[in-house]
């Protein structure tokens, strides 16, 4: 999946050479928490600083001899570092250097996906004051209801990629850890300090316990966080597609010079972007669940878990990152059709405006059953004749001896159901909204 969405950042932080970069980034980070302790030499680690490397062919190579990528990167940086290469993994156990060198790639994706949850919102934002106002027929069940605004519509959006935004972050913190503790945890061949050392240098902080892992806990709401975004954009993006349907036509997909929507149907504009978007939530849900799986290891930790991540985590960061920028793209160009909301607004014959006549009536001292059941059958008749309900109410007897006409005209006014407009956006964006 190759596109203007795709970002190459995030499939370079994901590639084999930079998993054994990250791996060498806290090898060498050890070994500068152990110099600083006394145990290696200066000039050894100097020779480290200068002289630790790999090829990745290399690694590749003696892989295919030792069935163990950990010990194939080890020697092939001691084929690089020389003698100095003796101290490199000294006490360590090989999940000290991958969950570690994890921590560092999934903190480096979870912070390009907030980029791009910042962009999400900032389009969001913006969309929703530019129509703030922009009166339109809300549905529930599918049906009409009462009207709302498209920027009313969009700043529910936003809110709930704000609370998206807050679930990523606090899960990228909570793989902000390290661990060099050794083969069960216990620092049996190793000083406490060397992990606080080597941590602080990279960025993390030292996970309290661990066994020969950090816990999965962590990695099943890292991947968690990003399937409830990834459901947040399919929320979004079948109620674009909803609204792009031929019957309705409120919004549409921006459509290219040059674009074809049908191989067989030279007049199709589908919405392929909003479904493209829904459909690949379902493999961060997926990815999740198997998160999840990975909790329950045995003891200590076994390999279960690691085939798993090696597929989740290049694939939902990378997904989730791609998923961001494409709905935001769908966004900037997405046209709205005012006058199709207009046209949809009248098309149930003011039928919303049934509350406030059932509401004036209580308050004119009908029984709200009685009521109820006067405004219902009013509202029927006319869905069945396709008549104007504010007609049919003006022209009822019984409503007119509870409701003067000055007052039917209020009660029929559409402004009404976005007096609480600015008081909504003000609670989700902060006072002093544009108007």
Not at 7 to 35: D, H, I, K, Q, Y
Not at 270 to 288: V, Y
Not at 341 to 363: I, K, T
Request: with cysteine; charged share 25%; net charge negative.
């Amino acid at each position: 999946m190759i596109d203007r969405y795709t970002r190459p950042e995030m499939g370079r932080l994901w590639s084999l050479e930079n998993r054994f970069r990250a791996w060498l980034e806290v090898e060498l980070a050890v070994c500068e928490a152990w110099t600083r302790l006394g145990r290696i030499p200066e000039a050894d680690m100097a020779a480290l600083r200068e002289k630790a490397d790999f090829d990745l062919a290399r690694i590749l190579e003696i892989e295919e001899r030792t069935k163990h990528d950990v010990i194939a990167f080890l020697t092939a940086v001691e084929e690089k570092a020389g003698p100095a290469a003796r101290f490199v993994h000294l006490g360590c156990t090989s999940s000290d250097i991958v969950d570690t060198a994890n921590a560092l790639l999934l903190v480096r994706a979870g912070e390009l996906i907030l980029a791009g949850l910042a962009g999400l919102l900032d389009q969001l934002k913006t969309m929703a004051l530019l129509h703030k106002g922009r009166l339109m027929m809300g549905r529930t069940h599918g049906i009409h209801a009462e009207p709302i605004s498209f920027g009313l519509k969009l700043t529910g959006f936003y809110a709930e990629f704000s609370r998206h935004e807050q679930r990523v972050r606090l899960a990228v913190e909570g793989v902000r850890v390290g661990k060099i503790s050794g083969a069960v945890g216990g620092y049996a061949h190793l000083d406490p300090r060397v992990e606080e050392i080597a941590c602080g240098l990279l960025g993390l902080e030292v996970d309290p316990i661990s066994t020969q892992i950090v816990q999965r806990d962590r990695y099943g709401a890292y991947f968690t966080a990003l399937a409830l975004l990834g459901g947040g954009v399919e929320r979004l993006a079948v109620e674009l597609r909803h609204l792009q349907r031929t019957e309705v036509q409120e919004v549409e997909e921006g459509f290219s010079c040059g674009q074809k929507g049908s191989s067989a149907m030279p007049h199709k504009k589908n919405p392929i972007s909003a479904e493209n978007l829904a459909g690949l939530s379902r493999l961060l849900r997926g990815n999740a669940l198997a998160a999840m799986e990975n909790m329950a290891l045995w003891h200590e930790r076994d390999i279960s878990h690691s085939s798993v991540e090696r597929v989740i985590m290049p694939d939902s960061t990378i997904l989730a990152d791609y998923m961001l920028a494409r709905m935001t793209g769908l966004l900037r160009g997405l046209r709205v059709v005012g006058e199709n909301m207009d046209r949809n607004l009248a098309a149930s014959h003011g039928l919303f405006y049934s509350q406030r006549v059932l509401l004036a009536l209580v308050d004119s001292g009908l029984e709200r059953q009685r009521a109820y059941e006067l405004v219902q059958g009013l509202a029927m008749r006319c869905w069945d004749e396709k008549k104007y309900f504010p007609d049919a109410v003006r022209n009822d007897s019984l409503i007119g001896e509870r409701l003067a006409p000055d007052m039917l005209d209020d009660l029929f006014d559409p402004g009404y159901y976005l007096r609480h407009e600015g008081l909504i956006m003000d609670r989700v964006f902060g006072g002093g909204q544009d108007t």
